[in-house]
């Protein structure tokens, strides 16, 4: 009971962080995949593709 709220101060700055650099690794990921899609899509086939 004594020295909660100092706990769950510490834990949220920790969630808090936690959450915002999966966000920014999310993000990073989803570009990423958008841009090899995009790659995909754009590309010309090759002579051996029909």
Do not use: C, D, F, N
Request: glycine letters at 16%.
């Amino acid at each position: 009971m004594y020295g909660a709220q100092e706990t769950t101060a510490g834990g949220t700055v920790l969630v808090a962080a936690g959450l915002a650099s999966g966000a920014w690794m999310l993000a990073v990921v989803g570009l990423a995949l958008a841009g090899i899609a995009l790659v995909a899509l754009l590309r010309k086939p090759g002579p051996h593709r029909p």
